[in-house]
């Protein structure tokens, strides 16, 4: 019997976990994670950016919470001696008419916590001798950090095992009815299920009769590796003006802790919920229900969807992407850039009664239980600060 269960063992059921674990007299808690290894998936495969909170529209929960889970997450991994490396970030309009966006994203920065700096053409050089601005402007924020996500994913499972917590490895953990799992096989009982199954956590819900109104929709990101040495410099972060109307921040650079630097992700429709190349994790249900979701929103155009698709189809050949690519750095050769095994899943949600792709963060409750349905980017960021959340919905409905 577990008095809080959670059926997800990443980043977001981690922290949530955790959460419960330090604020006490939570009782028993059991996390059941289906792979035999954490970080799998999109905890592991993340870009490891702790995102500053500029993007996020005002009184959204993504906007409240992210600069508070930036530094919560920065702050633990110097605690705990974590790789962690301040790159900082640069934004840049990509075409002139972007430029006028520029003050609008630093005021919503600012309104969110994050503190962009409106640098010229001269401060970009300084900042980034080989990026572009199409305007001659860029926003600059130097506290930007990277830090390597399994790392922390594999030290915040070590804290929940001195703190008590079990962490059941490579086990199927379903809901059964009258607050029973069936793991494997095995019933277990729970006092409230907390539901953190990222690209699952839709089967999960409805599987309580919760969130029927909304469907998984996961994108794949695949990244170029830039050659080293190669015939440009790229000293840290570099980002386009997003078009805040879609789900994605389009391509751009990252410095890993490690050094390293990728140009990406492109933003794909997934034919499967870990369909990462090929026919890996390719099903004919999943593609043929995926598929129909797409051609929906192709339909609807809800949120300019269809100019989104045909911008991604063209960057998923590499001529495509090198021009998104060039954009930002546009000495970029194409021979600079070597094909990466690095690819991830976004598991967006759709809602299916308007079209609309969930930009935010939703949770929703359900007998007994709370439900983590979109989890999207930055949660690794705000995993500390979205837990805390997450409990708080939990207290108001136990």
Do not use: W
């Not at 972007?98 to 600012?110: H, I, P, T, V």
């Not at 790229?234 to 050094?259: E, F």
């Not at 034919?271 to 929906?296: K, L, P, W």
């Not at 992407?321 to 976004?346: E, T």
Request: charged share 25%.
């Amino acid at each position: 019997m577990a008095d809080f269960a959670i059926i997800g063992g990443g980043i977001v059921g981690l922290a949530i976990a955790r959460a419960l674990a330090l604020r006490g007299g939570a009782g028993q808690i059991v996390v059941f994670e289906k792979e035999p290894r954490l970080a799998a998936h999109a905890s592991g495969r993340n870009s490891g950016v702790l995102h500053s909170g500029i993007y996020y529209a005002e009184g959204s929960l993504k906007a409240r919470i992210c600069a508070e889970g930036a530094r919560s997450m920065a702050a633990y991994c110097d605690e705990h001696g974590l790789p962690i490396r301040r790159v900082g970030k640069l934004i840049l309009p990509t075409r002139a008419e972007d430029g006028s966006r520029l003050e609008m994203l630093q005021a919503r920065g600012k309104a969110n916590g994050a503190h962009f700096e409106l640098v010229d053409e001269a401060g970009i050089l300084e900042i980034e001798p080989d990026a572009r601005s199409a305007d001659g402007r860029g926003l600059y924020n130097a506290e930007t950090a990277v830090v390597e996500p399994a790392a922390v994913v594999e030290a915040i499972a070590a804290e929940l095992r001195d703190l008590g917590v079990t962490i059941r490895l490579g086990c199927q953990a379903r809901p059964a009815g009258d607050r029973t799992l069936t793991v494997d096989g095995e019933r277990v009982g729970y006092g409230h299920l907390i539901n953190a199954a990222g690209a699952y956590a839709d089967r999960v819900a409805q599987a309580m009769g919760v969130g029927e109104r909304y469907r998984i929709l996961p994108f794949k990101g695949a990244y170029y590796k830039l050659r080293d040495p190669a015939g440009v410099r790229v000293n840290g972060l570099i980002y386009p003006v997003p078009d805040l109307r879609i789900p994605v921040l389009g391509v751009h650079s990252t410095r890993t802790v490690a050094g390293g630097v990728y140009f990406g992700p492109t933003a794909s429709p997934a034919m499967g919920r870990e369909n990462y190349r090929g026919f890996q994790g390719f099903s004919v249900v999943d593609a043929a229900q995926i598929a129909g979701r797409v051609a929906q929103q192709y339909l609807r155009n809800a949120g300019g969807f269809r100019r989104y698709l045909h911008t991604e189809a063209a960057r998923m050949v590499k001529p495509g992407f090198l021009r998104a690519a060039r954009a930002l750095v546009p000495r970029l050769a194409g021979s600079d850039l070597l094909r990466s095994d690095k690819v991830g899943i976004r598991a967006q949600l759709m809602d299916r009664e308007t079209g609309a792709l969930e930009m935010d963060f939703v949770i929703e409750p359900g007998p007994d239980s709370t439900h983590v349905l979109n989890a999207i980017s930055p949660a690794f960021t705000c995993s500390f600060a979205f837990a805390d959340f997450v409990i708080e919905a939990v207290k108001r409905e136990t």
